[in-house]
């Protein structure tokens, strides 16, 4: 299933096989209702809805109905349903306080954008859902994650397309960037979502788990390893447009109740990430 926002494109040709598809407007009620009817699920992970912080600026109507709306529809068709059901729900660290130190779910919440209240939004919907109707649900907060298929909207995947169409010859060598002054928790998303299937296995419902790497690493760090794996010269520069008001300057976590209770650790190396990430985009360019 998908929010309304999400491009209506087919799933890769790799993963086709392995699933029946079904598309739903996850801001359609009722439709939500009948797909939950028809399918009986008795375990669902819940990733449809809007993930780009910048983007909640432009338009703050649509966090609240592509995060918030349709986790009330689906927790709701499954209450109606009246099946036992799983369902993780994964929020966002965004929700955390500013801090300079790794976060731990215990550490004070203050969204500062309108994904932010978004996702927390979502959680405490999470949290009714299994106090009042019985539904199993996972919740963590997951910190950046990257990789291949990242939409471009997000920016470590913005620099390696552009690296891509540089080598292509079809722009100029030039990276424009906003501010690199900041420091992110970067998990490789395959990580991210084996961790999402260990908690739908061995996690507490309604505790909270963050997916992290407990590593913060300089933006900057991160763009200057992109462009060293360049097949040609490639200029930064920086563009006062393209800086964010409210951009959190470190966001780093502390995923030990999460390891203590599924065992999970990253398996995938950063300089791997980079490489991988460069050569989806590569071949998406190329071909």
């Not at 529809?73 to 965004?94: F, I, K, M």
């Not at 909207?153 to 080598?167: D, K, L």
């Not at 501010?179 to 419902?205: K, Q, W």
């Amino acid at each position: 299933m998908q929010g309304s926002q999400v491009p209506a494109d087919a799933p890769p040709p790799a993963i086709t096989s392995l699933a029946r598809w079904t598309r739903v407007d996850m801001l359609d009620h009722e439709r939500v209702r009948q797909e939950i009817l028809t399918l009986r699920p008795t375990a669902v992970y819940h990733c449809a809805g809007a993930a780009h912080v910048a983007h909640s600026w432009q338009d703050t109507a649509l966090p609240l109905a592509s995060n918030v709306l349709t986790t009330h529809y689906l927790l709701d068709a499954l209450r109606r349903a009246g099946s036992r059901c799983r369902v993780v729900l994964p929020g966002s660290a965004n929700v955390y306080a500013t801090s300079t130190r790794p976060l731990r779910e215990d550490s004070e919440l203050g969204p500062a954008s309108p994904y932010a209240v978004s996702k927390l939004a979502q959680e405490q919907l999470g949290h009714r859902a299994l106090a009042e109707d019985g539904v199993d649900v996972m919740l963590m907060r997951a910190f950046n994650h990257i990789g291949p298929r990242q939409s471009p909207a997000f920016a470590v995947a913005s620099w390696a397309r552009q690296i891509a169409r540089i080598e292509r010859g079809v722009v100029d060598p030039v990276i424009r960037v906003g501010s690199l002054d900041t420091h992110r928790d970067l998990t490789d998303v395959r990580d991210t979502i084996r961790a999402y299937a260990l908690l739908m296995e061995g996690s507490e419902p309604g505790t909270i788990y963050n997916v992290a790497s407990g590593v913060a690493r300089p933006m900057r760090e991160v763009l200057n390893a992109l462009v060293a794996r360049s097949r040609v010269p490639v200029e930064i520069a920086v563009d006062s447009a393209l800086m964010r008001p409210n951009d959190i300057p470190v966001l780093v976590g502390d995923s030990t109740r999460l390891r203590e209770a599924t065992g999970w650790a990253p398996r995938i190396g950063f300089d791997r990430t980079l490489d991988d990430l460069l050569e989806y985009w590569r071949a998406s360019v190329y071909g």
